[in-house]
Each structure stands twice: as C-alpha cells, then as structure tokens.
C-alpha cells in the first residue's frame, strides 16, 4: 500500500495541500480532498505513521510523524504547502509548522487542540458523558466500532445519514492498524503539548471545530484558536469529531480559505460578559 495518496491536476496547480490523519486513520479519511479541490491544488493526503505501509517511528510521538512527513515532501519535491491536521494529525501539523514555518503557507487545523493540559480535561469531560473510562470506551470500540463511533459524530448522525457513517466504518476497517500501533497514537497524543510554543506559529491559521465533539471539545479547539497570533475561528453547530465527513460545505470553506477568505471569526478577541458566563455555565455541567 502507498504510504500517501498524491492528485495532481492535469492543468497544473495553484498550489499543494498537505493532509495530515489521526488516530488509526489514513488518507482515506480526506478523499473528499481530491474531488472538491483537486481540478486546481495538488492534494497530498497522508497515512498516520503505522497505517498502510506508512513507518511508525519508535520512539512514536507527533513530532516524529511531522519528521516523517516532511522527509516525505523533500523526496516529492514539495517546498511550499498548506497544511490541514486532523486531531492527532492537527498536533503533528503544530509540530512540522514549529519545524518549518517558512514552508507552511496557511495552517489549517481540525477538531485538534494544544494537547495537555486541555486533553486531561476533555478526557475527563468524555468519560463523564459516556458513562465510562476511556480505556473501556477503547475496548467498546475495539469490540463495536459502529456502536463506539456514534457519540464521536454529531447528534442523530449515524441514522440521519446512515450510508455515509457505514462507508466510513468501512473503510476504517479496511486500513486499521495492528493493537500496538493504535497504543503508540493513543500514548503519543495523551502526551503531546503546544501550550508553551503555540502562539510562535504565526502563518495564517483557521482553526476548524465542531461543537458536538466529545473527543476534544470544541472550548479546547477555541483554546488552540485564542493562542494562534493570526488565527480564525470556525465553529461548526451539531457537527462532532469528523467534520470532512458531516459537514457537506467542509471542503468548500477550506478552499475559501485557501483562497484568501476570512471565515468564522478572528480569535484573540477579548470576551465579553455573556461570552465568559457562558463558558462558566458550559464547564460546569
């Protein structure tokens, strides 16, 4: 198997985004990529490190998978790129624009966050709301992919659109990874902190969340969005941890924003009274 899928268009292209996927995904994940923006970009689309002939560097961690990625765009050719992560992915993204800014032109980050101390929380907030520890959410998972998977997508996705949910458990299927490697992500990202260096990304940066997402909430997102120095903020109503998959004009704001667009909202903007009691209200239950 291709440790990455590479579209060219045939006219040529206005430029090369590079896609980055999450925990046991692959670049099957961002095929909504080609048919949406590849008649004008290039459209690279990785597999997480361990997934489909993709290297799993030990020790693993999202620095690692960013190294391994940027070795990758070396040997294609690739110098200058927009960068899109995806939750794991959106961390090794962090890293390989902390690596090298001058390469990245826009930062496109999706249902990610800055890692700890944030995941700690979220963590906490997921168990709660699931009824049960993460590591026996893994294994319901493990044991029902289609019943574990139904809270990580928005309210009533999986039977409002059941062709869609069962095409991607699917696939997911098709590409999962051995137990150990989905150990390595899982450590990898519990671990994985931007919170000291985030706010030296300074490219252009659209942060992507839904606020139905239960794996890393969308206060953690805002958090990641508030530390970027030319961040905006694109928050996605009911919509949870796949937003490429159930939000339909996903790939259209991002080829706005590839463009040149503003979308959503600026962040480092300072909150207001009804902002701040709303978040109390929120964190507290």
């Known amino acids: 198997m291709p440790v990455f899928e590479n579209h060219i268009p045939e006219g040529g292209a206005n430029g090369t985004l590079v896609c980055l996927t999450g925990v046991n995904s692959g670049a099957y994940l961002m095929q909504g990529a080609v048919a949406a923006l590849g008649d004008e970009w290039q459209v690279l689309r990785m597999n997480t490190p361990g997934v489909d002939g993709m290297r799993?560097?030990?020790?693993?961690?999202?620095?690692?998978?960013?190294?391994?990625?940027?070795?990758?765009?070396?040997?294609?050719?690739?110098?200058?790129?927009?960068?899109?992560?995806?939750?794991?992915?959106?961390?090794?993204?962090?890293?390989?624009a902390r690596m090298a800014p001058e390469r990245v032109?826009?930062?496109?980050?999706?249902?990610?966050?800055?890692?700890?101390?944030?995941?700690?929380?979220?963590?906490?907030?997921?168990?709660?709301?699931?009824?049960?520890?993460?590591?026996?959410?893994?294994?319901l998972m493990a044991q029902n992919d289609?019943?574990?998977?139904?809270?990580?997508?928005?309210?009533?996705?999986?039977?409002?659109?059941?062709?869609?949910?069962?095409a991607f458990l699917e696939l997911r299927r098709a590409h999962l990874p051995a137990q150990s490697v989905s150990l390595a992500h899982l450590s990898a990202g519990g671990m994985f902190s931007s919170a000291a260096w985030v706010r030296r990304l300074t490219m252009p940066t659209l942060v992507i969340h839904g606020s139905a997402d239960i794996l890393v909430s969308a206060r953690?997102?805002?958090?990641?969005?508030?530390?970027l120095p030319h961040a905006q903020w694109l928050e996605l109503f009911d919509v949870g941890h796949f937003p490429m998959l159930e939000y339909a004009s996903f790939w259209n704001k991002v080829r706005q924003?590839?463009?040149?667009?503003?979308?959503?909202?600026?962040?480092?903007?300072?909150?207001?009274?009804?902002?701040?009691?709303?978040?109390?209200l929120w964190f507290s239950g």
């Open 56 to 96: 799993l560097p030990i020790p693993f961690s999202p620095k690692a998978y960013a190294k391994l990625v940027l070795e990758i765009l070396d040997k294609e050719g690739v110098q200058n790129f927009v960068l899109l992560g995806h939750s794991l992915g959106g961390y090794a993204a962090q890293e390989l």
């Open 105 to 139: 032109q826009k930062l496109i980050l999706v249902s990610t966050s800055r890692g700890q101390p944030d995941t700690a929380m979220d963590v906490a907030m997921m168990q709660k709301k699931l009824g049960m520890p993460f590591w026996d959410f893994q294994k």
């Open 146 to 166: 289609a019943k574990g998977h139904e809270p990580l997508f928005g309210p009533e996705f999986a039977h409002r659109e059941p062709e869609v949910f069962r």
């Open 220 to 227: 953690s997102g805002h958090k990641l969005a508030n530390a």
């Open 257 to 280: 924003f590839m463009q040149g667009a503003n979308l959503g909202e600026p962040a480092n903007q300072p909150e207001g009274f009804l902002q701040k009691m709303w978040k109390g």
